[in-house]
């Protein structure tokens, strides 16, 4: 992989998922903690970045009152708005300090749902950029992380999961997510595999 065409796409690495007392953590902690994922996504993004690929965080906000999605929630975002996540201008709506962005770095805005192509401007940037692999990484392994797989995968971009840079819900999702789902929309592997496969063009 040629990193001057690569991007990594951090999904929703924020305090209300990645830090205790965040209102979401409790129930990707027990994923988390068994994936090392935490320590392995900054690891990826540090030495992504130092290759020279693209590094995209992509954090989801809603305005105070939730006026972005449905009067009468329902499924995965009846539990953002019944736990109150993601509030613009709330600590737990902020991207993790460990994470924070360098300079060259991109913040995708406006992600208010699943998929990070729906409501914001991440293909164009990856188009201007001249991206051609996007790997991904973030929460939910079986949600957000999903459902932006396959928008990329439809968009003829190479897509790439790394399968321990990712947290969902509960052990049984996580494993089918990355067994069944992945291998049909990406290139599932690890982030050391990914990162001895970013090498510099001529290497």
Partial sequence: MDPRTTALVLIEYQNDFVKEGGAQHAAVAGVMERT??????IAVAREARAAGATIMLAPIRFAEGYPEISRQPYGILKGVFD???FR???????????????PGDVVIEGKRGLDCFASTNIDFVLR?????TVALAGFLTNCCVESTMRSAYERGYKVITLTDCVATLGEEEQRVAIEKD???????????RFLAELAAPGD
């Fill in 88 to 102: 613009a201008g709330s600590w737990g709506a902020e991207i993790i300090d460990e994470l924070a962005p360098q």
């Fill in 83 to 85: 736990s109150r996540s």
């Fill in 128 to 132: 201007q950029r001249g991206i051609e």
């Fill in 182 to 192: 992945f291998p049909m929309f990406s290139l599932p592997m690890t982030h050391d």
């Fill in 36 to 41: 090392n994922m935490l320590a392995n996504s």
